[in-house]
C-alpha cells in the first residue's frame, strides 16, 4: 500500500462547478498535513496546510478525518485557473524523528468553460 | 523576495559528464532537499540535508552526491550522468523536515 494516495483522475468540471478531491494516508502518527497545486511542469506551490479542525481559504476548503486517515480539498465555483494538479503531503517520521513529507501522485484537474 | 534558487533550469548532457546542479535559499531554512519528477512516478527524493553538513539519502539516491558546507546552498552532483537520470529536477527547502516546503522552479536535465 502507497504511504499517500489519491485518484490521479483527471476530474473535468464545467466552470462554476464544486469539486472534491480525497486522499488517504498509511501512517496513523502523521502530524502535518498539506495541500500542494502543480501546474504543468513547474514546481509544486503550497496551496493550504490541514488542520484537525478543517480549515478555508476563498473557495477551498480543507478538512481531516484522522480515524479514518484522509484529507479533502473542495474547491467552490472553479475557475478556469483552477486546471492543475493537486497533491497530497502528509509528513512522517522516521526512527530517528527526523521527519519528511511523503507526496501523493497528484490528482488532475480540467476545468472546462 | 523569499525563494529557492536553482541553476541551470534547462541542461542537455552526455553520459558520463560530471555536471552541478546549484540550489540556494534565501529564507534560513535548516532542511533542504531533492527531488526528481518522472511521469506516472511523481517526486522522489533523491537526499536531504537537516543541516549544515548533515546529508542523508532518500528514496532514490543512486547516481547522485550531495553536499551542505553552507547553510543556503545545498547542490545536486552528478558524477556520471546515464540517460536514466533524464528527469525534472525539484530543489526544496523547509524550517524543518516535517514543515511545509518550498520549491525551486525546476531543472529539466536530458542526458543522451
Known amino acids: 500500500r502507497k504511504e499517500v494516495e489519491q485518484d490521479p483522475g483527471p476530474f473535468n468540471v464545467p466552470e462554476g462547478a464544486t469539486v472534491a478531491f480525497n486522499c488517504t494516508y498509511s501512517n496513523s502518527a502523521s502530524q502535518s498535513f498539506f495541500w500542494y497545486r502543480q501546474d504543468c511542469r513547474k514546481e509544486p506551490k503550497l496551496l493550504m496546510s490541514v488542520y484537525s479542525s478543517g480549515n478555508e481559504d476563498g473557495r477551498f476548503t480543507a478538512q481531516l478525518n484522522r480515524a479514518s486517515q484522509y484529507i479533502s480539498l473542495l474547491i467552490r465555483d472553479s475557475k478556469l485557473s483552477d486546471s492543475a494538479t493537486y497533491l497530497c503531503?502528509?509528513?512522517?517520521?522516521?526512527?530517528?524523528?527526523?521527519?519528511?513529507?511523503?507526496f501523493g501522485q497528484g490528482t488532475t484537474l480540467q476545468v472546462k468553460p | 523576495e523569499a525563494q529557492v534558487t536553482q541553476n541551470p533550469r534547462y541542461l542537455i548532457t552526455v553520459t558520463g559528464k560530471k555536471l552541478t546542479v546549484t540550489c540556494s535559499q534565501n529564507?534560513?531554512?535548516?532542511?533542504m532537499s531533492w527531488y526528481r519528477q518522472d511521469p506516472g512516478l511523481g517526486l522522489r527524493q533523491i537526499y536531504y540535508s537537516m543541516n549544515v553538513e548533515v546529508t542523508d539519502k532518500g528514496d532514490v539516491p543512486e547516481g547522485y552526491k550531495v553536499s551542505r558546507k553552507e547553510k543556503r546552498n545545498f547542490p545536486l552532483i552528478l558524477e556520471s550522468p546515464s540517460p536514466n537520470q533524464t528527469s525534472l529536477y525539484f530543489c526544496a527547502s523547509s524550517k524543518r523536515g516535517y514543515y511545509e516546503q518550498y520549491f525551486g522552479p525546476g531543472t529539466r536535465l536530458t542526458v543522451t
Open positions: 529564507m534560513n531554512h535548516e532542511y
Open positions: 503531503v502528509v509528513n512522517k517520521f522516521g526512527s530517528s524523528n527526523t521527519g519528511k513529507l511523503i
